[in-house]
């Protein structure tokens, strides 16, 4: 019953910029923490940025002062503001959360394509 729905990947040119959505039901939303993670090719699915339920956040060095994590608590939802896109920011993006007992990335969204070019 829950789950994470993304919306919002699409193809942009280089400097561009995109929005992310992830709509979360209510109890995945509640969780400590909610982030997006980012598989690239040949590389390791990584953690793009977080956010607590306290409101902190986190950004990988690669997109800090470029992309801005946030959270929408009325709609339970997700987002990632992409800036300044670059061609390595090319991935399929997913929306995750915490199960914040086990302290484990236990719930995930189906992903979303991000193509820079």
């Known amino acids: 019953h829950v789950q994470l729905v993304e919306s919002g990947g699409g193809s942009v040119e280089a400097g561009g910029s995109l929005k992310l959505s992830c709509a979360a039901s209510?109890?995945?939303?509640?969780?400590?923490?909610m982030g997006w993670y980012r598989q690239a090719p040949g590389k390791e699915r990584e953690l793009v940025s977080d956010?607590?339920?306290?409101?902190?956040?986190r950004y990988a060095d690669s997109v800090t002062g470029r992309f801005t994590i946030s959270q929408d608590n009325a709609k339970n939802t997700l987002y990632l503001q992409m800036n300044s896109l670059k061609t390595e920011d090319t991935a399929v993006y997913y929306c995750?959360?915490?199960?914040?007992?086990?302290?484990?990335?236990?719930?995930w969204g189906q992903g979303t394509q991000v193509t820079v070019s």
């Open positions: 209510r109890d995945i939303f509640s969780n400590c923490v």
């Open positions: 956010i607590l339920t306290s409101g902190t956040t």
């Open positions: 995750a959360a915490v199960d914040c007992s086990g302290g484990y990335w236990g719930y």
